[in-house]
Every structure is written in structure tokens, then in C-alpha cells.
């Protein structure tokens, strides 16, 4: 049987290789889980079970696999020491899954602290729009690789919107284009189809605008969908390769 474990830190860095000289590929944020496939004295090679993604991460202390009961739903959550606002210990990102232990006035429990109860949903609950919270990442900064309120990269804003609502979705673009079978035109392009480029990926708010993690204003922005096709074209030399409906 399979030995799965589970990230209990924030976000952890995973890289290319066993450096961190080599690329950030992608991270996992609190409750990500994965399994070993090489171990040495200060790296450790896993597969991520949500994406299957491989990579190094540090090798530190990582439990043994947590089933989660409940996921964040705003872009970043305080945690607590206590069951009340006075001492914050830590902040986890939207998406993170935690398994709730105990509960009292408004608060949840779980391995790290104490978070309000509103800032989390049940594990199964589904968003009738999968991308209804999208704005919440606006002006977040880019970074590749990343895929918190840290800093996020354009293929990681569509596959964390995803994830919340239990949906597969590989992590990198040129495998997300892949993925969604069902073909759209620019003409007929509506809200929440995503736009795909050569490495890069955005996501429809209405027939005019997108919403994207866009390296070269080092954020999440919104912008109009038809100069945001001039502008790749123009900067990039790129064309849209894909539109897709979820």
C-alpha cells in the first residue's frame, strides 16, 4: 500500500532539482499531500498527490497523511493560538485543507491552531462557479511556481480554483491545454472559459475581460480579453493557441 503524507507547513517549495538554485516548478500549500520517491539526508523527491507533480522538496518533518475535513475559502486565513483574535501564530492561503479536531464559539481546531469558523467550508462543498472567488487573488504578485496569496503564477490561478471544488486539473499550462477537451471560439468565448498561449493561461470573467497571474506586470490582474491579445501578440510574438470550456 501506498504511503501517502501530508504538508503541514504553510507552503513548501518544490524545485526541479535537489537545490534551490534549480526551478521553482510549484509549491504545496497546507494539507498538499504526496509520496516519497527518494530520500536523502536533505532532500526528498515526491510525487504531490492532487496533480502528480514531481519534484524536490527539503527534507524536513512531514506527517503521515491527514484526511481533511474542511478547506480555506478566503485568500488567507489567520490562525490562532487560542479559540479568539488576541495572539495570530500563523496565516495559511485559500485552498489549504485542514482536518478540524475540535470546535468552540466560532472556531475550528485543527493541528496548527484555531481559525474562524467562517474562513472554511466543509471538504465536499463546491462552488456553483468554480472561479467565483477568482478577484480575491487580484494584485497578488507573480511568481512563478508559486500557488498562494504569496505570490502565484498564471497556470496555478487556474488550477487552485479547481482543486477547492475537488476537480482535477494539472498544474502546468501547457498540460492544462491538453486536458479540457471542449474547444471554444474567440468570438464565442463567455465567462469562466480559459484562454491558453504558448506558457501561459487566463480565465474569462465576461465575453470582454480576463483575469490572469501576468509575469510582465508582476501580478494578478484584470484586463480587456481583445488587448490582452494584441499585447502577447505584440510583446511575445505569441498567438492564442486554445480557448476551453470547463
Known amino acids: 500500500m501506498t504511503k501517502f503524507f501530508t504538508n503541514t507547513y504553510p507552503v513548501i517549495n518544490?524545485?526541479?532539482?535537489?537545490?534551490?538554485?534549480?526551478?521553482?516548478?510549484?509549491?504545496?500549500?497546507?494539507g498538499d499531500s504526496f509520496r516519497i520517491l527518494k530520500k536523502t539526508y536533505k532532500w526528498l523527491k515526491i510525487k504531490i498527490k492532487e496533480d502528480n507533480y514531481i519534484g524536490f522538496v527539503?527534507?524536513?518533518?512531514?506527517?503521515?497523511?491527514?484526511?481533511?475535513?474542511?478547506k480555506i475559502?478566503?485568500?488567507?486565513?489567520?490562525?490562532y493560538k487560542s479559540p479568539n483574535k488576541r495572539k495570530k501564530i500563523n496565516i495559511i492561503s485559500y485552498g489549504s485543507k485542514i482536518r478540524v479536531i475540535a470546535?468552540?464559539?466560532?472556531?475550528?481546531?485543527?493541528?496548527?491552531?484555531?481559525?474562524?469558523?467562517?474562513?472554511?467550508?466543509l471538504i465536499s462543498f463546491k462552488e456553483k462557479n468554480p472561479f467565483k472567488k477568482i478577484h480575491i487573488f487580484k494584485n497578488i504578485k507573480y511568481k512563478w511556481g508559486g500557488k498562494s496569496f504569496r505570490g502565484i503564477?498564471?497556470?496555478a490561478l487556474v488550477q487552485v480554483f479547481l482543486n477547492f471544488n475537488n476537480r482535477y486539473c494539472p498544474r502546468d499550462a501547457k498540460d492544462q491545454v491538453r486536458?479540457?477537451?471542449?474547444?471554444?471560439?474567440l468570438k464565442s468565448i463567455k465567462k469562466n472559459d480559459i484562454i491558453f498561449w504558448k506558457g501561459h493561461v487566463a480565465i474569462a470573467l465576461s465575453k470582454n475581460k480576463l483575469i490572469h497571474a501576468y509575469g510582465?506586470?508582476?501580478?494578478?490582474?484584470?484586463?480587456?480579453?481583445?488587448?490582452?491579445?494584441k499585447r502577447i501578440q505584440k510583446t511575445a510574438n505569441l498567438k492564442v493557441i486554445g480557448i476551453k470550456r470547463i
Open 14 to 30: 518544490l524545485y526541479k532539482k535537489s537545490s534551490v538554485k534549480s526551478e521553482l516548478v510549484t509549491q504545496m500549500i497546507y
Open 153 to 155: 503564477d498564471c497556470s
Open 179 to 185: 486536458f479540457f477537451k471542449k474547444n471554444v471560439k
Open 103 to 121: 470546535k468552540k464559539s466560532k472556531f475550528l481546531k485543527f493541528e496548527k491552531g484555531w481559525i474562524d469558523q467562517n474562513e472554511a467550508k
Open 58 to 70: 527539503h527534507n524536513k518533518y512531514y506527517k503521515t497523511y491527514i484526511k481533511p475535513t474542511h
Open 73 to 79: 475559502n478566503i485568500l488567507k486565513a489567520k490562525v
Open 216 to 229: 510582465p506586470m508582476k501580478k494578478t490582474v484584470i484586463m480587456r480579453i481583445d488587448q490582452t491579445i
